[in-house]
Structures are given as structure tokens and as C-alpha cells.
């Protein structure tokens, strides 16, 4: 049996906000963008501990195509999505979340 999903509240924007941009630099690029989302997330809740550590217990579920990862937490009860975020950003953003 998977664990489902829970989002961190800002994740939805964090993932709105880069569509957006990525979709205003060519059209249907947002769409590939959130394609690739989804089959990691889909990768993720296939098997949890198939991305390593960033820190501590937190993994990252790395996009092939774009310069972004999934960060998350393995909870007994669910697995708890904390950020998507660009990796060139500074990672205290989404650090001080867990």
C-alpha cells in the first residue's frame, strides 16, 4: 500500500509560479514542466526512498529536465512534499519548513 501525498501550503505556488514563467518563455512549456511533477511525485509514491538524502531525513526527487527538485519527508502515515524548488535558490527557503 503507497503513502498519499501531503503538500506544504507554499508548494502550490512554488509550482503555479514556475509554470507561469516557464509557459511565458515558450507555450506549452509549462505543461512539459508540470508532466515532469507529476512523474517524479508519481516515482515518489511508488517507492519513497528511491531519491537520497539532502538533509537529515529531507530527500530530493531531482526533475531531469529542469533545473528543480522535489523536497520530502517520509512520514509513517503519508509523504509530507515541503518544496519544489529551483536548485539555484537559496535552500533555506524550503529548510525551514521541516
Partial sequence: MSLPLDFHPSVRDEID???DWYEQ???GLG???LDEIQAVLTKIIANPARFGFADAD???GLLPRFPYAIYYRV???R???LAVYHASRDPSGWQ???
Fill in 31 to 33: 505543461r512539459d514542466f
Fill in 79 to 81: 509523504i509530507r512534499v
Fill in 25 to 27: 518563455r515558450r507555450s
Fill in 58 to 60: 529531507i530527500r530530493e
Fill in 75 to 77: 512520514l509513517s502515515d
Fill in 96 to 98: 525551514s519548513r521541516a
Fill in 17 to 19: 509560479d514556475a509554470h
